[in-house]
């Protein structure tokens, strides 16, 4: 599969918002209730998905013209040596065939990254592992979920 990751532009938002809410609702719907699930892939329109790449570098899988993923990171708490990984999904039928590593690894090499002492991200109850194996740690070594349900999971940069 030819994997094409690139900036995401306005057209992409309504497949972004769909491939987001998918995975909700056929996913994370595993780990989390069904009114949970429901109430955040509602959440998730458009519009809001607009308004996370306004505030972040916001990246889409492609295969050939296709979006089948997508991430984004941004400063953490607006200071400028820590980011936050975000909205990092893919496709339900294309999960494990390294989209997400490969969006994981393409956030990892923007500047917001590069220039972080620390990054930052919230993780489902279902990606959690996904994100371990990718050397992403349970802050402090704790591993409880907050208050969205999440894992709250970081990585250092050694060449900080």
């Known amino acids: 599969m030819n994997i094409k990751i690139r900036r995401f532009t306005y057209n992409d938002a309504d497949i972004v918002s769909e491939i987001i809410r998918r995975n909700f609702l056929e996913v994370n719907i595993k780990d989390y209730s069904v009114d949970e699930m429901e109430k955040m892939a509602q959440m998730y329109s458009n519009k809001k998905v ?80 996904f994100y371990r194996n990718l050397g992403y740690d349970y802050i402090n070594g704790i591993r409880e979920l907050n208050e969205e349900g999440c894992y709250k999971l970081e990585k250092f940069n050694s060449e900080i």
């Open 50 to 129: 607009l308004e996370l790449s306004a505030k972040s570098h916001f990246y889409v899988a492609c295969t050939d013209d296709n979006v089948v993923g997508c991430g984004s990171i941004a400063c953490f708490q607006g200071k400028k040596d820590e980011s936050i990984l975000l909205t990092i999904f893919v496709l339900p039928e294309l999960q494990g065939k390294g989209i997400g590593t490969l969006i994981v690894k393409t956030l990892e090499n923007d500047e917001y990254f590069l220039k972080s002492k620390r990054t930052e991200l919230w993780a489902s109850i279902t990606a959690c592992d």
